[in-house]
């Protein structure tokens, strides 16, 4: 999608992401989000020790030169996993698809997970949409919802 950029996430963006998952609706769709997403001190930290991790890949979504998420690769159950969050003022309109795109053009890494809880078909779509393909079902408890949930285990090898 024109207008979508991945660059180098700055300290201002991370105050960016801090509002966008402050949104009720968008942290019960992640769902395996932060226990209290009001608490800003403990966002700031977990960034700090996201951004000082040389282990870690993460980008900073921008549309038309407005900062509308992030995406990243980690290590999660000894396996390369990507994540992202897009602001929900800005869903439905090929952004995340757009962006995991760019990323994986970015990150040679492979295999590469994703995981989603089994509802959140926006999430579901823009992985299928890049190649992903499902290998297996968890359960975990999520602090966006409140209690376990179920989740595909997703997997793009190419």
Known sequence: MSGVHLRDVTEADVLVFFEHQLDPEANH???FGAAD???RAAFLVRW????????????????????VGHIGRFTQFGEPEVTYWIDREYWGMGLATAALAEFL???????????????NLGSLRVLDKCGFVAVGEDVGYAEGRGEDVEEFILRLDA
């Open 48 to 67: 700090a020790r996201i951004l000082a991790d040389d282990s870690v890949l993460t980008k900073t979504i921008e549309f038309d030169g407005r900062v």
């Open 29 to 31: 769709m992640a769902a």
């Open 37 to 39: 997403p009001t608490d």
């Open 105 to 119: 053009k970015l990150d040679p890494t492979r295999p590469l997970y994703a995981r989603a809880a089994v509802d």
